[in-house]
Protein backbone atom coordinates (compact mmCIF):
# COMPACT_ATOMS: atom_id res chain seq x y z
CA UNK A 1 0.00 0.00 0.00
CA UNK A 2 1.15 3.16 -0.68
CA UNK A 3 -0.70 5.91 1.47
CA UNK A 4 0.44 9.46 1.41
CA UNK A 5 -0.87 13.01 3.04
CA UNK A 6 -0.26 16.44 1.80
CA UNK A 7 -0.97 20.14 3.71
CA UNK A 8 -3.45 22.06 2.56
CA UNK A 9 -3.18 25.83 0.82
CA UNK A 10 -2.67 28.19 4.64
CA UNK A 11 -6.57 29.92 3.36
CA UNK A 12 -7.67 26.45 3.94
CA UNK A 13 -5.77 24.40 6.77
CA UNK A 14 -8.66 26.19 9.35
CA UNK A 15 -11.02 23.65 7.13
CA UNK A 16 -9.06 20.93 5.20
CA UNK A 17 -7.41 18.56 7.65
CA UNK A 18 -5.25 17.47 4.97
CA UNK A 19 -5.03 15.31 1.41
CA UNK A 20 -4.41 12.02 1.02
CA UNK A 21 -3.33 9.84 -1.69
CA UNK A 22 -3.84 5.84 -1.26
CA UNK A 23 -2.33 3.02 -4.30
CA UNK A 24 -2.90 -0.17 -3.87
CA UNK A 25 -2.16 -3.23 -6.61
CA UNK A 26 -5.16 -5.94 -6.81
CA UNK A 27 -4.38 -8.45 -4.89
CA UNK A 28 -7.09 -11.71 -5.26
CA UNK A 29 -6.18 -12.56 -1.22
CA UNK A 30 -7.51 -8.61 -0.23
CA UNK A 31 -9.32 -8.68 2.46
CA UNK A 32 -12.79 -6.73 3.81
CA UNK A 33 -11.10 -3.63 5.44
CA UNK A 34 -13.25 -2.19 8.17
CA UNK A 35 -13.71 1.83 8.06
CA UNK A 36 -13.82 3.33 11.76
CA UNK A 37 -15.15 7.08 12.47
CA UNK A 38 -13.28 9.61 12.69
CA UNK A 39 -15.23 12.34 13.02
CA UNK A 40 -14.44 13.83 9.47
CA UNK A 41 -16.18 14.64 6.22
CA UNK A 42 -14.36 13.32 3.15
CA UNK A 43 -14.35 13.88 -0.34
CA UNK A 44 -12.78 11.52 -2.72
CA UNK A 45 -12.05 11.09 -6.13
CA UNK A 46 -11.91 7.23 -7.34
CA UNK A 47 -9.41 6.64 -10.46
CA UNK A 48 -8.86 3.31 -9.99
CA UNK A 49 -11.91 0.06 -10.36
CA UNK A 50 -14.37 0.09 -7.80
CA UNK A 51 -14.80 -0.21 -4.43
CA UNK A 52 -17.80 -2.29 -2.16
CA UNK A 53 -19.26 -0.76 0.60
CA UNK A 54 -20.77 -3.59 2.02
CA UNK A 55 -24.14 -3.35 3.56
CA UNK A 56 -24.39 -6.58 5.55
CA UNK A 57 -22.53 -9.65 5.25
CA UNK A 58 -23.16 -10.70 1.45
CA UNK A 59 -24.68 -7.32 0.13
CA UNK A 60 -22.74 -4.26 -1.11
CA UNK A 61 -23.04 -1.03 -3.12
CA UNK A 62 -20.11 0.66 -5.10
CA UNK A 63 -19.34 3.89 -4.69
CA UNK A 64 -19.37 6.50 -6.96
CA UNK A 65 -16.08 7.61 -8.17
CA UNK A 66 -16.69 11.15 -6.59
CA UNK A 67 -18.68 11.36 -3.66
CA UNK A 68 -18.72 12.64 -0.49
CA UNK A 69 -18.92 10.76 2.36
CA UNK A 70 -20.68 11.88 5.38
CA UNK A 71 -19.85 11.55 9.10
CA UNK A 72 -20.11 8.10 10.25
CA UNK A 73 -21.96 6.80 13.40
CA UNK A 74 -21.14 3.43 12.33
CA UNK A 75 -17.89 1.18 11.10
CA UNK A 76 -18.49 -0.36 8.06
CA UNK A 77 -16.39 -2.42 5.45
CA UNK A 78 -14.93 -1.95 1.97
CA UNK A 79 -13.66 -4.06 -1.05
CA UNK A 80 -11.59 -2.98 -4.19
CA UNK A 81 -12.56 -5.09 -6.61
CA UNK A 82 -9.17 -4.24 -8.50
CA UNK A 83 -6.45 -1.54 -8.58
CA UNK A 84 -6.98 1.12 -6.07
CA UNK A 85 -5.93 5.24 -7.11
CA UNK A 86 -7.80 7.30 -4.69
CA UNK A 87 -7.16 11.26 -4.24
CA UNK A 88 -9.24 12.87 -1.18
CA UNK A 89 -9.95 15.56 0.76
CA UNK A 90 -10.06 15.37 4.50
CA UNK A 91 -12.56 17.88 6.01
CA UNK A 92 -12.31 19.08 9.80
CA UNK A 93 -15.78 18.57 11.67
CA UNK A 94 -16.73 22.25 10.86
CA UNK A 95 -15.15 22.39 7.64
CA UNK A 96 -17.57 21.11 4.74
CA UNK A 97 -20.59 22.59 5.54
CA UNK A 98 -18.69 25.92 3.95
CA UNK A 99 -19.36 24.32 0.91
CA UNK A 100 -22.63 22.83 0.84
CA UNK A 101 -26.50 23.82 1.21
CA UNK A 102 -27.83 20.71 2.15
CA UNK A 103 -28.39 20.21 5.41
CA UNK A 104 -25.08 17.63 6.59
CA UNK A 105 -27.72 15.77 8.89
CA UNK A 106 -28.23 14.42 5.12
CA UNK A 107 -25.19 12.98 4.29
CA UNK A 108 -24.61 10.72 7.57
CA UNK A 109 -23.56 7.03 7.13
CA UNK A 110 -23.72 7.32 3.23
CA UNK A 111 -21.62 8.28 -0.04
CA UNK A 112 -23.03 11.23 -1.64
CA UNK A 113 -22.17 11.75 -5.15
CA UNK A 114 -20.74 15.16 -5.77
CA UNK A 115 -23.29 15.79 -8.47
CA UNK A 116 -26.06 15.99 -5.98
CA UNK A 117 -24.02 18.73 -3.72
CA UNK A 118 -22.61 20.67 -6.62
CA UNK A 119 -24.77 20.93 -9.69
CA UNK A 120 -24.22 18.57 -12.37
CA UNK A 121 -22.16 20.64 -15.02
CA UNK A 122 -20.22 21.69 -11.86
CA UNK A 123 -19.35 18.62 -10.10
CA UNK A 124 -18.91 17.04 -13.50
CA UNK A 125 -16.33 19.58 -14.95
CA UNK A 126 -14.58 19.04 -11.48
CA UNK A 127 -14.23 15.19 -11.58
CA UNK A 128 -13.03 15.65 -14.88
CA UNK A 129 -10.73 18.24 -14.39
CA UNK A 130 -9.16 15.52 -11.43
CA UNK A 131 -9.24 12.54 -13.54
CA UNK A 132 -7.40 14.47 -16.18
CA UNK A 133 -4.64 15.66 -14.16
CA UNK A 134 -1.64 14.67 -14.85
CA UNK A 135 0.06 13.99 -10.87
CA UNK A 136 -1.58 14.61 -7.53
CA UNK A 137 -0.09 18.24 -6.90
CA UNK A 138 -1.95 19.16 -10.21
CA UNK A 139 -5.00 17.65 -8.23
CA UNK A 140 -4.46 19.55 -5.35
CA UNK A 141 -4.19 22.74 -7.14
CA UNK A 142 -7.17 21.92 -9.23
CA UNK A 143 -9.57 21.12 -5.74
CA UNK A 144 -7.62 23.95 -3.77
CA UNK A 145 -9.03 26.78 -6.52
CA UNK A 146 -12.71 24.92 -6.12
CA UNK A 147 -12.99 25.39 -2.82
CA UNK A 148 -11.51 28.56 -2.09
CA UNK A 149 -14.22 30.26 -5.42
CA UNK A 150 -17.13 28.68 -3.07
CA UNK A 151 -15.53 29.72 0.07
CA UNK A 152 -15.44 33.33 -0.98
CA UNK A 153 -19.34 32.31 -0.98
CA UNK A 154 -20.20 32.95 2.21
CA UNK A 155 -19.69 31.73 6.05
CA UNK A 156 -21.69 29.47 7.77
CA UNK A 157 -20.52 28.37 10.91
CA UNK A 158 -21.70 29.38 13.70
CA UNK A 159 -20.04 30.38 16.78
CA UNK A 160 -21.28 27.72 19.11
CA UNK A 161 -20.85 25.26 16.88
CA UNK A 162 -17.09 26.01 16.20
CA UNK A 163 -16.06 26.79 19.94
CA UNK A 164 -17.40 23.15 21.01
CA UNK A 165 -15.77 21.45 18.07
CA UNK A 166 -12.47 23.22 18.77
CA UNK A 167 -13.03 22.05 22.49
CA UNK A 168 -13.59 18.77 21.93
CA UNK A 169 -10.56 18.66 19.34
CA UNK A 170 -8.50 20.07 22.24
CA UNK A 171 -9.71 17.68 24.72
CA UNK A 172 -9.60 14.60 22.01
CA UNK A 173 -13.46 14.66 22.77
CA UNK A 174 -12.88 13.78 26.25
CA UNK A 175 -14.94 16.94 27.56
CA UNK A 176 -18.53 16.46 28.35
CA UNK A 177 -20.58 18.67 26.45
CA UNK A 178 -22.56 19.97 29.77
CA UNK A 179 -19.03 21.17 30.55
CA UNK A 180 -18.28 23.13 27.79
CA UNK A 181 -21.96 24.92 28.03
CA UNK A 182 -21.45 25.21 31.92
CA UNK A 183 -24.85 23.30 31.95
CA UNK A 184 -26.54 26.19 29.93
CA UNK A 185 -29.77 23.71 28.88
CA UNK A 186 -31.00 26.15 25.93
CA UNK A 187 -27.64 26.50 24.69
CA UNK A 188 -27.69 22.50 24.63
CA UNK A 189 -30.90 22.48 22.37
CA UNK A 190 -29.35 25.43 20.05
CA UNK A 191 -26.15 23.37 19.67
CA UNK A 192 -28.13 20.21 19.26
CA UNK A 193 -29.98 21.35 16.52
CA UNK A 194 -27.12 23.53 15.00
CA UNK A 195 -24.30 20.57 15.39
CA UNK A 196 -26.92 18.22 13.00
CA UNK A 197 -27.43 20.64 10.50
CA UNK A 198 -23.36 22.33 9.74
CA UNK A 199 -21.93 18.48 11.38
CA UNK A 200 -24.05 16.05 11.05
CA UNK A 201 -24.16 14.36 13.50
CA UNK A 202 -24.86 15.38 17.57
CA UNK A 203 -22.11 16.68 20.20
CA UNK A 204 -22.01 13.51 22.04
CA UNK A 205 -21.56 11.54 18.54
CA UNK A 206 -19.04 13.95 17.13
CA UNK A 207 -17.03 13.29 20.91
CA UNK A 208 -16.78 9.48 20.85
CA UNK A 209 -15.43 9.79 17.41
CA UNK A 210 -12.60 12.33 18.33
CA UNK A 211 -11.66 9.94 21.38
CA UNK A 212 -11.57 6.67 19.43
CA UNK A 213 -9.61 8.08 16.99
CA UNK A 214 -7.05 9.10 20.08
CA UNK A 215 -7.74 5.76 21.56
CA UNK A 216 -6.97 3.65 17.82
CA UNK A 217 -3.65 6.10 17.72
CA UNK A 218 -2.54 4.77 21.13
CA UNK A 219 -3.49 0.73 20.09
CA UNK A 220 -2.34 1.12 16.92
CA UNK A 221 1.14 1.98 17.23
CA UNK A 222 1.11 -0.09 21.02
CA UNK A 223 1.77 3.72 23.07
CA UNK A 224 0.75 1.94 25.94
CA UNK A 225 0.79 -1.47 27.18
CA UNK A 226 -2.84 -2.13 28.86
CA UNK A 227 -6.31 -1.52 27.88
CA UNK A 228 -6.36 0.34 32.08
CA UNK A 229 -4.02 2.38 31.05
CA UNK A 230 -5.86 3.49 27.53
CA UNK A 231 -8.88 3.87 29.15
CA UNK A 232 -6.59 6.16 31.89
CA UNK A 233 -4.97 8.26 29.23
CA UNK A 234 -8.75 9.06 27.49
CA UNK A 235 -10.83 9.52 30.54
CA UNK A 236 -12.91 6.57 30.25
CA UNK A 237 -15.29 5.80 33.23
CA UNK A 238 -13.58 2.66 33.66
CA UNK A 239 -12.21 -0.12 31.39
CA UNK A 240 -15.56 -1.58 31.27
CA UNK A 241 -16.68 1.63 29.58
CA UNK A 242 -13.88 1.69 27.47
CA UNK A 243 -14.62 -1.71 25.88
CA UNK A 244 -18.02 -0.68 25.55
CA UNK A 245 -17.92 2.37 23.70
CA UNK A 246 -14.71 0.95 21.55
CA UNK A 247 -17.22 -2.20 20.49
CA UNK A 248 -19.95 -0.21 19.20
CA UNK A 249 -17.81 2.25 17.13
CA UNK A 250 -15.40 -0.52 15.70
CA UNK A 251 -17.20 -3.64 16.15
CA UNK A 252 -14.84 -5.34 18.22
CA UNK A 253 -13.27 -5.40 21.21
CA UNK A 254 -9.85 -3.53 21.55
CA UNK A 255 -8.04 -7.34 22.29
CA UNK A 256 -9.72 -8.60 19.14
CA UNK A 257 -8.13 -5.65 16.87
CA UNK A 258 -4.11 -6.46 17.20
CA UNK A 259 -3.70 -8.11 14.17
CA UNK A 260 -7.15 -8.29 12.55
CA UNK A 261 -6.39 -8.55 9.27
CA UNK A 262 -9.86 -6.65 8.42
CA UNK A 263 -7.55 -3.56 9.98
CA UNK A 264 -4.62 -3.29 7.90
CA UNK A 265 -5.95 -0.18 6.17
CA UNK A 266 -7.33 1.83 9.08
CA UNK A 267 -4.04 0.91 10.92
CA UNK A 268 -2.22 2.45 7.94
CA UNK A 269 -3.66 5.84 8.64
CA UNK A 270 -2.26 6.18 12.09
CA UNK A 271 1.00 5.54 11.43
Same mark, same amino acid.
Given at each position: ??????????????????????? /??? &????????? /???????????????????????????????????????????????????? #???????????????????? /? &???????????? #???????????? #?????????????????????? &???????????????????????? /?????????????????????????????????????????????????????????????????????????????????????????????
Amino acid at each position: MNYQTFKPHKDLESIVKFYWTLE /VPF &DPKNQKQKI /VPDGCIEMTFNFGDKIKRYTSENDFILHPDAMVMGQRTKSYHILPVGNVNTF #AICFYPIGFVNFVKTPLENL /V &DKETPITELFGQ #AEAIELEQQMVQ #AIDTLQRINIIESFLLKKLNEK &DTISNIVKSTVDALLKANGTTPIN /VILKDNISKRRQLERLFKKQIGISPKQLGKAIRLQATLQLLLNKKSKTLTDIAYENEYFDQNHFIKDFKDLVGITPKELSDNENMTLSALFYK
